[in-house]
């Protein structure tokens, strides 16, 4: 009886200390997002990379707010402007619009050029999305993870 009793009592240690060190993890690699300019909401933080490439979800801080957005033209692409839209080695990627959905104006980057090493242009998927159309390029030192989406 008292074996048995041991064992339960193991186990019960063992299934709180496998869900502390889910909950660990969930905080330490799971991001969630308040972003509508993506169309995910939980992310799951990845090591820092060496390297980004288009396509990659990365996170970074711009005026203090964290942002998350997707790469979508790399160092060494060409970005060009042409009549207010962005295009990357001559593929459209978006329009940057003049005016907010308040009727304020827009701050436009107007980068037109090779982009440097270790430099991004980054974009959400909503077409009101603050993203390189307005900020300019991101760069490497700016990037605190890159993230996957998980839905």
């Known amino acids: 009886m008292l074996h048995n009793r041991s064992r339960l009592i193991l186990s019960i240690k063992l299934v709180f200390t496998g869900l502390l060190i889910i909950s660990i993890l969930f905080v330490i690699l799971i991001q969630r997002s308040a972003d509508v300019s993506l169309p995910y909401h939980i992310w799951f933080r990845l090591p820092y990379k060496n390297a980004y490439t288009a396509g990659d979800y990365i996170t970074f801080r711009y005026n203090n707010k964290l942002l998350l957005k997707k790469i979508i033209c790399t160092s060494g692409s060409v970005l060009e402007k042409v009549n207010g839209c962005f295009y990357c080695d001559k593929i459209l990627l978006n329009c940057a619009k003049t005016y907010d959905k308040k009727g304020n104006p827009t701050p436009v980057f107007t980068h037109s050029g090779v982009i440097p090493a270790n430099h991004y242009f980054v974009t959400g ?20 993870s890159a993230v996957k989406p998980l839905m």
């Open 125 to 144: 998927e909503h077409p009101d999305s603050f993203d390189s159309r307005y900020i300019g390029l991101i760069t490497k030192k700016q990037i605190l």
